[in-house]
């Protein structure tokens, strides 16, 4: 387990970090309109994701093919995840519309150029294991995203608690974390924000515990780390608002030491 003086040396490091950025004075309430969220994301995105939204929709406007219903809740949660403007309907559409095209396109001209049933038979093949792929690459997607942002959690925390410990803020203080963070974690956080900003939830506190729901099976550390921060809003006492925060860096560093072992 990582010592006392380890954590109180990376806490100095980041609250150092904090006050020469901030001037020691706290910043206004922030707003983060949809423009700024939708210009962000369109330039962390990676190019493939854009390309895949664009697959996708297309094949929708040309067929709406509808997953099964016990396949539409996970569909969604991998999508929300991965912060693609795209449907189940969508992606079903590509994973049938896409693959009947490539086995067409590829069969006819295999039959023209090389006249060869084996060429016909391996695009047969290969288009219908692409429908199963296409069907997956949602989740497939989401879970290369879970991983990356487990990464930065710690870290998320840290500029998260920092932040809190000079102004007792908690949407200042994730607007500081996702300037601070590289994707995909700090599209996450501006996500949080841009909910209460487009009114889908009624405050940050609503719409971080959203964004916390969908880590329950994978980070229960993080998730308990970040309502540690939420709840030292509600302690009157600074010295047990900070003894709060401080807490909250202790459980994520144990369950990240946990993990490592």
């Not at 001209?109 to 093949?125: A, E, G, H, N, R």
Request: hydrophobic letters at 40%.
């Amino acid at each position: 387990m990582p010592s006392g003086k380890e954590e109180d040396d990376l806490l100095d490091k980041y609250k150092r970090k904090i006050e020469s950025e901030i001037g020691g004075e706290p910043k206004p309430n922030i707003g983060v309109v949809s423009r700024e969220y939708s210009q962000f994301k369109k330039e962390m995105l990676p190019a493939q994701f854009g390309f895949y939204e664009k697959a996708c929709n297309f094949s929708e406007s040309l067929m709406k093919i509808a997953p099964k219903k016990a396949a539409i809740p996970d569909l969604e949660e991998s999508i929300d995840v991965c912060h693609l403007n795209i449907t189940p309907t969508g992606v079903m559409s590509l994973s049938i519309l896409g693959p009947l095209a490539f086995i067409l396109i590829g069969s006819l001209i295999s039959f023209i150029l090389i006249q060869d049933m084996f060429f016909i038979v391996f695009f047969l093949f290969f288009g219908l294991a692409m429908m199963s792929a296409l069907q997956k690459l949602p989740d497939f997607l989401a879970n290369g995203w879970r991983m990356k942002a487990s990464n930065q959690m710690v870290l998320c925390v840290f500029y998260s608690v920092t932040y809190m410990r000079h102004t007792s803020n908690l949407e200042n203080a994730i607007d500081f974390a996702a300037e601070h963070l590289s994707p995909p974690l700090s599209l996450d956080m501006k996500k949080v924000i841009w909910d209460v900003e487009t009114q889908k939830y009624a405050s940050i506190r609503d719409s971080l515990d959203h964004y916390l729901d969908s880590w329950k099976k994978y980070n229960r550390e993080f998730i308990e780390a970040m309502h540690l921060i939420e709840s030292s809003l509600y302690e009157g006492d600074d010295t047990r608002r900070l003894n709060t925060l401080d807490k909250s860096l202790s459980v994520i560093l144990e369950g990240t030491y946990e993990k490592m072992l």
